[in-house]
């Protein structure tokens, strides 16, 4: 296989996107954590710390993600300065070890997507009780 300095240039645009869309998820996990955290100090409700502890689940999966991001980014540009360098075999060793690290960092982001989905799931399911015992008055 043909290496050249634009091929793993080709990945800094997916790889900045992807890591932006970890950085999004990371700030409104931040935002829902700190208004659970107000609500669980005015009540003490048992389901708000089940809550908080998903959102803990979520935010070392986000770190981690962000993590093997960085990590995939980071071994680029090491391949693109050992390909420069004319060490075309290392080169090759470091861009797929980036393609690894950026896989690594999609299956964090695909466990991630399950947990939240599990949660909505769970409070969709909370609201739809609560509406069958509204109906039932």
Same mark, same amino acid.
């Given at each position: 296989?043909?290496i050249s300095?634009?091929t ?9 996107l992807?890591?932006?869309a970890?950085t999004?998820?990371?700030?409104? =996990?931040?935002s ?7 609500r ?7 389901s708000i ?5 998903s =959102?803990r689940?979520?935010?070392?999966l986000?770190?981690?993600m962000q993590?093997?991001?960085?990590l995939?980014?980071?071994l680029?540009v090491l ?6 360098a004319? =060490?075309?075999?290392?080169?090759k ?5 980036s ?5 690594v ?6 466990r ?16 739809s009780?609560?509406?069958?015992d509204?109906?039932?008055?």
């Amino acid at each position: 296989m043909e290496i050249s300095l634009t091929t793993p240039a080709l990945l800094f645009p997916t790889i900045s996107l992807v890591l932006l869309a970890y950085t999004n998820r990371f700030l409104a =996990l931040g935002s829902r954590i700190r208004t659970l955290h107000d609500r669980y100090e005015a009540s003490h409700g048992p389901s708000i710390l089940a809550q908080i502890e998903s =959102l803990r689940q979520r935010v070392n999966l986000i770190r981690l993600m962000q993590l093997y991001g960085v990590l995939s980014l980071f071994l680029c540009v090491l391949c693109m300065f050992f390909l420069f360098a004319g =060490l075309v075999l290392l080169g090759k060793i470091l861009f797929g070890l980036s393609l690894v690290a950026m896989l690594v960092s999609l299956g964090l982001s695909t466990r991630e997507i399950h947990i939240s989905t599990q949660a909505l799931n769970i409070q969709l399911e909370s609201l739809s009780l609560s509406q069958g015992d509204d109906n039932a008055r």
